[in-house]
């Protein structure tokens, strides 16, 4: 009999382990002050947002600015993503959910750019508006899109580039995934603007890999297979790091240094703002993460309210490197 | 030892593997060695950057992580057990360390063992919830997978850990230890934990136990062998290895990322089967498991040097794994 018991309790504990386990995709909710933060408050408006990920400095710089402008405008908001980026199943279910809580508008940066075509009748059908940020959707619904502009941003990264390997030589990119829609424009941005613009730039290599464990990895093996290489670069944070890990650990830091080798990089954080300065690293592309998520709430009550918006919100780049990091308008930015 | 274990050890000695089956072990690794060796020579021939000491330092580097998990699962693996943690696993013992050393100001040797420890104890979970709870190994260990998944981000607060009071920290995988060489600790670490790993596998207690009871579980439990116990056991020395792992994939960084890990597990996995371990226990080497790391190494490396498409690389890899164990399933049909 007792011991029946204790392997029943057994069971329960570990089912209900399981079960927190499952639950577990990574939420928060954000209210003015004031509010109440389980039972949903009567006037202010519901914005549900539905983000690509989680994890990455960014997304936690995305939320940061819709709390902004929901604290300062007035909107309840809430902040979900599926735990590892580019996992579409565990978006449409967070994206079905948040339609079926009824908000008042929703906000969605889509793993997969036409995956999310069905739910988006659905909202449509409901009458939910859509706001979409960061990544285009393949959709009518949406009545905007809060976007850094991925191509011009990338083409910016190219230029630069060119700039500093004096506009000749071979080149290589470790590029984060080769299926998101950020993938695939700062992949073809940045070889865009060198077919068209670089005749004497030969890209010799494009390799996917946006865990910095793999990335290491891949960009030691393209600097070892091309010892002739005058430039990298990696298209987000966890290629980024990756590059400058692989210049480390083949011990290329001095040619990394003195411009021999020009290692650039895309987004923040902090191993990659301490490789911009300590040189590793001649510069970086950061968009403005903290503004995607403000303009995106923005412009959800803007539509709430009845206001029109435009077709698209562009929310910014910039180039940064050793000499500017420390501006203010730089630093506003950037994230740890 | 008293005289009823040394009979219980003799009992269990009974379910060592034949000579037979030790001979085909034998052949499966040479087999698998041959096709590292082709491999080898392939890429030499394809790439001059290939067969250089950086790059051939580079791939060692690059197997240490998956290897050491490697290692330790074939324990698992070996007793009739699969894990599918190790990798999140790993990841949540990357971010300990950021706990331990960071948070907490532990000096780094403390830490380190922490986190070793740490790991061990993620093991007896599953141990636990495996032998006692009788959870099947595939679905305790997904959860678990879930769970340190979860756990690696709440407790970081979803960004990386740095280690800006421990410089030392990135030394233990990084620091040179061959003058004139970049040969890193790290791999040197892993090339001791190989050693240890043979060894306890084919020379200990533990290692005869987790052979008789992959092969025959019952068998094993009537000759008086208390299976449960050394579930536990073996699911633990695996997590020793795992947070050795963690440890090490977060000082190569400097810094402990709360992200990634899922599919490593799966690499790990494909490493032992590719050396010979059976995935229905009973049957395995270390040696082999050693082997089948470094073949899935070079052949990730070697894709890369000669600059074959990213998504090509994944067919090639999912088909020598196909090969390698179809291979070991057809001569076992013939003997």
Redesign the interface.
Known sequence: MRKQMV?LV??LV?AT??L???G?E?SSTTQPSGGNTTEAPAELPYIALISKG????FW?AVKLGAEQAAEELGAEVTFEGP??EGDVDQQMQLLQTALDKNPDAVGFAAVDSQAAGPLMEQAESKGIPVIAFDSGVDSDVPVTTATTDNLAASAEAAKNMAELIGHSGKIALVVHD?TSVTGVERRDGFVEYMEANEPDIEI??I???G????A???A???L????DLVGIYGSNEGAA?GVV?AVT???LEDAAKSGELVVIGFDS???QMDAIRSGLMAGAITQNPVGIGYETVKAALAVINGDSVPKVIDTGFYWYNADNIDDPEIQAVLY? | MNASQDLLSQGVRGLEPTKTSRMRSQLQQLLALATLVVMVVAFSVASPFFFTSDNLIGILTAATVTGILALGTTFVIVSGGIDLSLGTGMILCGVMSGVFLTYWGWPTWLGVIGVILFGALLGTINGFNTAVLRIPPFIATLGMMLIAQGLSLVVSGTKPIYFPNHPDFQDLMNLSIIPGQRFPLGVGIYVALIAIAIVVLSRTLVGRYAFSMGSNEEATELSGLNVRRWKVIIYSIQGLFVGLAGVLAASRLSSAQPTGGLGLELDAIAAVVIGGTSLQGGRGSMVGTVIGTLIVAVLTNGLRIIAVPQEWQSVVIGCVILVAVYLDMLRRRKT
């Open positions: 392997r057994g069971a570990a382990l399981v927190a386990a499952c577990g990574s989680f994890q990455h400095q936690q735990e590892s080769q010799i290599d390799q996917y890999g865990d910095p464990r793999v290491t990895d891949i030691k093996a393209i070892t297979a091309n010892p790091i890990q650990e083949l011990g954080g902090k191993a740890e």
